[in-house]
């Protein structure tokens, strides 16, 4: 085997939907306050019995359902998050132990808003030296939990839920190098800390750096793939904000791309973001089996990893 492929998807997100009009009675906003500015709708918010890792768990079982492989193939399972509380069995644990998957490594990844990108290319990576086979790799987070609901510049951004994908060796790659690394003297522009956390940013500066800095190396990851941005069928990018979305497409070049806008009904989900909104526009049938997408995770850290994928 020389490379690794997206074998299946799964997604999950709480049942309750928090709107615009209801955060308006919780904080001074509006609708069209909120729409203007990040463009988001909806967002989905855990219940209190919702964990990371039951929501990962959820996302993880469609997944493995959809590959039509059984839990004992699995060997390997990283999950995204930067909002599990427990910190031992770590959340790739605890859905090993919830699926029944009998001796998989386990591993958690916190690399904030571009956690998958940099999981999936760890599997990736792990698949081509020979140390896995088959691995579940998850984003998930419970944002709402470190939300400061007293800021409105930040608590109409998050939302919670859960994206996977089950990789597999392949003997052609269908995952393409990945592009990463991090500004860390500016960190501290996304931050979650303190005790308890909470989620806070400087949302001018990750404004200016994200839809500057990062286009080109977003064109990097298409190079490193061998495909110009106008042949993409698709653009995954972290699910930031509207305002940070089209500008970064847009000077992407991606002419030719469906362009993921799963925020506006689901909200900043981090981690999860990616995986979630890949996983509702291959369910929607809006990119064929086989087709390329760039998957393209920033933010906290003002870390970035990025590939080029081809469609389950």
């Not at 510049?153 to 393409?176: F, H, K, N, R, Y």
């Not at 000077?251 to 806008?261: Q, S």
């Not at 009904?265 to 981690?271: F, L, M, P, V």
């Not at 990616?274 to 997408?293: H, Q, Y």
Request: hydrophobic share 45%.
């Amino acid at each position: 085997m020389t490379g690794s492929r997206i074998l299946a998807l799964g997604h999950y997100q709480p049942a309750r939907v928090l709107t615009n009009d209801e955060l308006a009675t919780m904080v001074d906003t509006s609708d069209e306050w909120i729409r203007s500015r990040v463009g988001i709708r909806t967002r989905r918010v855990a219940e209190p019995d919702e964990t990371v890792a039951s929501m990962a768990t959820q996302a993880a079982a469609k997944a493995l359902a959809n590959s039509g492989l059984d839990a004992e193939d699995i060997d390997l399972v990283l999950v995204a998050t930067c909002t599990a509380v427990d910190r031992s069995p770590n959340t790739a644990a605890r859905v090993a132990a919830a699926l029944g998957l009998p001796s998989p490594a386990v591993m958690d990844v916190n690399v904030v808003c571009a956690g998958f990108t940099h999981a999936l290319a760890s599997a990736d990576h792990a698949i081509r030296a020979g140390a896995s086979t088959n691995a579940l790799v998850i984003g998930v987070e419970k944002f709402t939990a470190v939300a400061d609901w007293t800021d409105r510049t930040t608590c109409v951004l998050v939302g919670d839920g859960a994206g996977a994908a089950v990789v597999t060796a392949s003997a052609a790659p269908e995952i393409g190098p990945v592009v990463w690394g991090s500004v860390p003297g500016m960190g501290h522009a996304v931050r979650i800390e303190g005790t308890p956390s909470r989620f806070a940013q400087e949302g001018q500066s990750v404004y200016r750096w994200a839809t500057t800095q990062l286009p080109p190396i977003a064109r990097r990851v298409c190079e490193r793939a061998g495909i110009g941005p106008e042949d993409l069928a698709a653009v995954v990018l972290h699910q930031a904000n509207l305002r940070i979305i089209e500008p970064v497409a847009r000077k992407l070049g991606a002419v030719n791309a469906v362009i993921a806008t799963d925020v506006t009904e689901s909200g900043n989900t981090s981690a999860a973001s990616i995986p979630l909104a890949l996983s509702k526009l291959v369910a929607r049938g809006e990119v064929a089996s086989g087709e390329p997408i760039l998957l393209f995770g920033f933010g906290g850290n003002l870390s970035y990893a990025g590939q080029v994928v081809r469609c389950p």
